[in-house]
Every structure is written in structure tokens, then in C-alpha cells.
């Protein structure tokens, strides 16, 4: 996972004006804020956001799962731009396309991978695991910090189970202390 110092360089690179850099900057956004998973963020469509209601379908996919998250106001903002000034003409509905003529949608999440590695070598962040799903950890990471229940977190990340969420309470030592009930007859 990211600390925040180093979650907060990453946020704070510059947009490039250029679809490219409109484009990457919302996909990003979707991973830091939301705690999407790369193949997710590929298949967002147009139809996948209620801008009225300020939420964003995330479609059944690797658990087969639907949820409706919150739309960040960055993050809604970035989309926007990229939909606006970034995001070439075509016929298909999913957001993110191809910068390169026909313009098809993104065909794999290996190009968010890439995109992710490329802006935390940029901002100077080094990882165990660079690439999208630091982001994703992150986020889960930072949620356990601040006291959100693993329900609540599996429910955010779209997990089936409570057991794929536990790996994060691994990461908290110092929280896990402060619950911990002691061993008996261990030492204090």
C-alpha cells in the first residue's frame, strides 16, 4: 500500500491536456478514490454513471457482484474533462477508449497496469507491487486505519466474502494490539 505522503505526490503530478493525459488522470482517480480493480475501471460505460444521483455502477465482474458507489467530486470532475475534451467520437459506450484510431475500448486492464507503474515512477513512489492494484490496497489499507468495519470495506471493494477483506487487518498491527485480548496466562 501507499502511505498518504506518497498517495498525495501521485495526486499531485499535472494533468497533461492532451487525451492521453485526461484520459490516464480519470482512470487513476477511479483506482485511488474508489478502490476499483483495473478490469472494472475498463469496463465502465457511459450508462454506468448517475450523474443526478452523484453514483457510479460497478458492474458484476470478478464476484459477480454489483455495487453503487458514491462519485467523488474529483473524480467525477476528471471524467468529465476526459468525456468532454479528452475522449475521441465513437459508437461504443464504454468511457475509456484506445488514443489511437478506430478508437476501441481498452481491451485489458494491462494498460491501466501500465499507466499506474508509469505515474508512481513519475511522483518518485516506489512499491512492492507498482501497478493498479496498489491502489486498490491502498485505499483498503487506509480504511482499516480509520476504523471502518471490514463489512463496510468488503461492501466498498465488491468482495463476496469477509475472508478476501482480512488480509487488510493484517497490515494494522497497532490497531489489532489495541483489541487484541490478552493470551491466558501469557505475560501482560
Known sequence: FLTTEDLNRVMAL???????????R????????LG??????????????????GNILIRAGKTR????????QDVGEATVRYLKEGRPTSPHRQIFLNLCP??????????????????????????????????????ATHMVW??????EIADVLGHRSLESTTIYAKLDLPSLARVAIAWPGGAE
Do not use: C, N
Open 14 to 24: 499535472p494533468v497533461e491536456p492532451t487525451p492521453k493525459g485526461l484520459r490516464d
Open 26 to 33: 480519470a482512470m487513476l482517480l477511479l483506482l485511488a478514490r
Open 36 to 53: 476499483l480493480r483495473a478490469g472494472e475501471v475498463v469496463r465502465l460505460q457511459l450508462d454506468d454513471i448517475d450523474w443526478r444521483a
Open 65 to 72: 457482484r454489483e455495487r453503487v458507489l458514491p462519485l467523488p
Open 102 to 139: 478506430p478508437h476501441e475500448p481498452l481491451s485489458s486492464s494491462v494498460v491501466l497496469t501500465s499507466i499506474a507503474q508509469e505515474v508512481l515512477q513519475q511522483a518518485g513512489v516506489v512499491s512492492h507491487r507498482p501497478g493498479a492494484y496498489v491502489f486498490r490496497h491502498t485505499i
Open 146 to 151: 480509520r476504523g471502518t468495519t471490514f463489512k
